[in-house]
């Protein structure tokens, strides 16, 4: 029995149980084993649960792929707002000092690890004093 994309959806839990993977249009395709599929099965109904506002046994992590890039006069805010010189705040992110002026300068910009931690600096400064420290 093949079942549409919406009709998978409308299956209950007693339906799922009793389907098998060629059900829903695998067939031809790899084996799997019948626990794994009713393994996963099992996955996506606490995730439809979890997405529906019930209580669910999922662990949920969110964070923000991407950190917005900063202007060099936004930079140089972070670095004063802190009360540090460009070499002391070249050791708080592990760079060099000419790789902090260029920042600053608009010559480059800050990539991957070093946006995170200027990211965090400007939202709560004191973070990078307290934990770079």
Same mark, same amino acid.
């Given at each position: 029995?093949?079942?549409?994309?919406?009709?998978?959806?409308?299956?209950?839990?007693?339906?799922?149980?009793?389907?098998?993977?060629?059900?829903?249009?695998?067939?031809?395709?790899?084996?799997?084993?019948?626990?794994l599929?009713?393994?996963?099965?099992?996955?996506?109904?606490?995730?439809?649960?979890?997405?529906?506002?019930?209580?669910?046994?999922?662990?949920?992590?969110?964070?923000? %792929?991407a950190?917005? =890039? *900063?202007?060099?006069?936004? #930079?140089?805010?972070? !670095?004063?707002?802190?009360? +540090?010189?460009?070499?002391?705040?070249?050791?708080?992110?592990?760079?060099?000092?000419a790789?902090?002026?260029?920042?600053?300068?608009?010559?480059?910009r %800050?990539?991957?690890a =070093? *946006?995170?931690?200027?990211? #965090?600096?400007k939202? !709560?400064?004191?973070?990078? +004093?307290?934990?770079?420290a």
């Open positions: 029995m093949i079942f549409s994309k919406n009709e998978q959806a409308d299956l209950t839990s007693a339906q799922r149980e009793n389907t098998k993977a060629s059900d829903f249009g695998f067939a031809g395709g790899g084996k799997m084993k019948a626990s599929f009713k393994e996963m099965m099992a996955g996506f109904d606490e995730a439809v649960k979890c997405r529906r506002g019930q209580k669910a046994r999922v662990r949920v992590s969110r964070f923000s %792929p950190v917005v =890039a *900063l202007k060099p006069k936004d #930079i140089r805010k972070i !670095r004063t707002s802190l009360g +540090l010189s460009q070499m002391e705040f070249a050791d708080y992110l592990g760079t060099s000092v790789c902090v002026r260029s920042w600053e300068q608009g010559m480059r %800050p990539q991957s =070093a *946006l995170r931690l200027l990211a #965090i600096a939202k !709560r400064p004191a973070a990078l +004093l307290e934990f770079v």
